[in-house]
C-alpha cells in the first residue's frame, strides 16, 4: 500500500484579519488532499478552520508549490510550521500553521 503524500497549501484571507501589515492574512495547512479540494472543503465548513470558512479569499500557489509534498503526518506538521514561519518572517500575518 502506497503511503499518503501530504500538501502543503495557503490560503489567502481577507483584509479584515491582516494585522498591522501591508501584506495580507493567510491561512496555512496541510493535507493528503489537492490545496483545491481541501479550500473547498473549508468552504463548505467540512473539518474547517473558522478563519477559512469566514475568510477566505483564494489559493496562493506562490507561496507553496515550491515545497515537496510530505511522506508522513509528522513531515507534513513540520513542513507546515516552517512554512508558516517564514511567512511570518516576510511579513505576513499567518493563520494555522501550528
Given at each position: 500500500?502506497?503511503?499518503?503524500?501530504?500538501?502543503?497549501?495557503?490560503?489567502?484571507?481577507?483584509?479584515?484579519?491582516?494585522?498591522?501589515?501591508?501584506?495580507?492574512?493567510?491561512?496555512?495547512?496541510?493535507?493528503?488532499?489537492?490545496?483545491?479540494?481541501?479550500?473547498?472543503?473549508?468552504?463548505?465548513?467540512?473539518?474547517?478552520?473558522?478563519?477559512?470558512?469566514?475568510?477566505?479569499?483564494?489559493?496562493?500557489?506562490?507561496?507553496?508549490?515550491a515545497y515537496?509534498?510530505?511522506?508522513?503526518?509528522?513531515?507534513?506538521?513540520?513542513?507546515?510550521?516552517?512554512?508558516?514561519?517564514?511567512?511570518?518572517?516576510r511579513g505576513f500575518?499567518?493563520?494555522?500553521?501550528?
Open positions: 500500500m502506497k503511503e499518503p503524500r501530504y500538501r502543503v497549501y495557503v490560503i489567502e484571507l481577507d483584509d479584515s484579519l491582516r494585522k498591522g501589515t501591508d501584506k495580507p492574512a493567510v491561512y496555512v495547512g496541510y493535507s493528503v488532499k489537492s490545496p483545491e479540494e481541501r479550500f473547498a472543503q473549508h468552504l463548505r465548513g467540512e473539518r474547517a478552520s473558522r478563519f477559512v470558512r469566514d475568510h477566505g479569499v483564494r489559493l496562493r500557489p506562490r507561496l507553496y508549490q515537496p509534498a510530505a511522506a508522513s503526518r509528522p513531515e507534513a506538521e513540520r513542513l507546515e510550521r516552517h512554512v508558516a514561519d517564514r511567512l511570518r518572517r500575518t499567518v493563520y494555522g500553521g501550528h
